[in-house]
T-cell receptor, first 114, second 114 residues
Framework: AQSVTQPDIHITVSEGASLELRCNYS??????LFWYVQSPGQGLQLLLK??????LVQGIKGFEAEFKRSQSSFNLRKPSVHWSDAAEYFC????????????FGAGTTVTVRA | IAGITQAPTSQILAAGRRMTLRCTQD?????MYWYRQDLGLGLRLIHY???????GKGEVPDGYSVSRANTDDFPLTLASAVPSQTSVYFC?????????????FGSGTRLTVV
């Protein structure tokens, strides 16, 4: 069965510190990988996506993610967190084998302390 | 501005009532999706349509139905609403298969069943 796992339900980080959010997937084919961010009461905003090519992907708001096929992971990172990064983050995966239906992880809530 | 329009934005509905959530896209995407978002569960796929005239069941289809009479519209119907259908509903579309364009999401419908 295809699945997406975000092991961390909640992360608290100090402003200016680095942030890493984990995402693992289980798919039978080359996946298309996404990270979305959602502020309270808002819709989903795409941070970055990986389809092919360079495994280190740069996104908006200073975020980057690295695709590691051997570890089935697509972790999201930011070197220095701002208070405005407090939000919920979702990893999502699609593949041809699953008809490109997008499957989401349960999400990680990020709290930023001053 | 190209995108997805969902209506209504929010709704309070009495249990047992019938309700249709509307979704319209203007990007001529072949595929459309309905997700529900619940705390701690992320977004779960309810129903999808890969092209006009076809629909399929997602992860949590019970109590919901959809139709895809044309490319642009993908309404979601709750035949007889129950409190467990209280959720935020997101419509999405994609042109995967035709190109690697990714996914576009609507702003969501917040539904409360009382």
């Amino acid at each position: 069965a295809q699945s997406v796992t975000q092991p961390d339900i909640h992360i608290t980080v100090s402003e200016g510190a680095s942030l890493e959010l984990r995402c693992n997937y289980s798919y039978g084919a080359t996946p298309y990988l996404f990270w979305y961010v959602q502020s309270p009461g808002q819709g989903l905003q795409l941070l970055l996506k990986y389809f092919s090519g360079d495994t280190l992907v740069q996104g908006i708001k200073g975020f980057e993610a690295e695709f590691k096929r051997s570890q089935s992971s697509f972790n999201l990172r930011k070197p220095s967190v701002h208070w405005s990064d407090a939000a919920e983050y979702f990893c999502a995966v699609a593949s041809l084998l699953n008809d490109y239906k997008l499957s989401f992880g349960a999400g990680t809530t990020v709290t930023v302390r001053a | 501005i190209a995108g997805i329009t969902q209506a209504p934005t929010s709704q309070i509905l009495a249990a047992g009532r019938r309700m249709t959530l509307r979704c319209t896209q203007d990007m001529r995407h072949n595929a459309m999706y309905w997700y529900r978002q619940d705390l701690g569960l992320g977004l779960r796929l309810i129903h999808y349509s890969n092209t006009a005239g076809t629909t399929g069941k997602g992860e949590v289809p019970d109590g919901y139905s959809v139709s895809r009479a044309n490319t642009d519209d993908f309404p979601l119907t709750l035949a007889s609403a129950v409190p467990s259908q209280t959720s935020v509903y997101f419509c999405a579309s994609s042109d995967f298969g035709a190109s690697e364009g990714g996914y576009t999401f609507g702003s969501g419908t917040r539904l409360t069943v009382v």
